[in-house]
């Protein structure tokens, strides 16, 4: 997969995209990700980017001609055309489902906002995916474009290693559901033990008690008016 970051500070990736498991899928060739500078695509001695809001205000909106002539540009770096999605507070909630359909693009290209956000003919004109990562605000896109790259690379075959991790996350699978308590040694920490159906090695039993203990914690964390499905049968675990 390649992912395509356009924004106005490309330095900001530069730690994120070299460590840990995303540092090791680039250097393996599992994805394939591509920065670029709005800036270098602004015109004028200065390279002005923004401008002041018709009507008043506070702040600074990105101007049209530089993000899009930046999009146009980059669409033309590869024979596929990237499925382009505009970081702002105002698009879809962005939720694991949401990661899922991304990691089946083949590319996708990522337009990080900035200031007061974008001049809106930037939206009409390129009609993108509009997502946000939630309902906050932060000082740009470059957040929410890490947020989304590191979600979507973790999905993708021989990122994990094990891909049955991927599987059993919070929110994956049909059932929605956030993932359970787990444990690892030591079995007894300052008076709290590791339940036992955890030591039987009954995985038929451990698989149910995992299910009823991923539905509790769904049923405390998630609001009560999202729809998910707690009946589903949980599978044994394979040893």
């Not at 390649?2 to 500070?9: K, P």
């Not at 974008?118 to 997502?131: A, H, M």
């Not at 049955?164 to 994956?172: G, I, K, P, V």
């Amino acid at each position: 997969m390649r992912i395509d970051i356009l924004t106005l500070f490309p330095e900001m990736f530069t730690g994120f995209l070299e460590g840990s498991l995303l540092g090791e899928a680039r250097r393996s060739r599992l994805i394939d990700v591509c920065l670029t500078n709005i800036r270098d695509f602004a015109e004028g001695v200065h390279r002005q980017v923004d401008d002041r809001p018709y009507g008043g205000g506070p702040g600074m909106l990105l101007m049209p001609g530089p993000v899009v002539s930046c999009v146009e540009a980059v669409q033309q770096q590869a024979d596929v055309p990237g499925h382009l999605v505009m970081l702002t507070p105002g698009g879809r909630r962005l939720d694991q489902a949401g990661v899922e359909e991304l990691a089946r693009k083949p590319r996708i290209v990522l337009v990080c906002g900035r200031y007061e956000g974008f001049d809106d003919r930037v939206r009409e004109t390129l009609q993108p995916d509009e997502i946000s990562i939630g309902d906050y605000v932060l000082s740009g896109g470059e957040v929410a474009a890490m947020v989304i790259v590191d979600a979507v690379a973790r999905l993708l075959p021989g990122v994990l290693g094990d891909e049955e991790s991927a599987r059993q996350d919070s929110f994956s699978g049909a059932d929605r559901l956030v993932e359970g308590p787990q444990y690892t040694r030591p079995r007894e920490f300052r008076g709290l033990r590791v339940p036992d159906v955890l030591l039987s090695g009954d995985h038929g039993r451990i698989a149910t008690w995992r299910h009823e203990q991923a539905v509790d914690a769904t049923r405390r964390r998630v609001p009560a008016n999202l729809s998910l499905n707690f009946s589903r049968n949980p599978s044994p675990e394979r040893s």
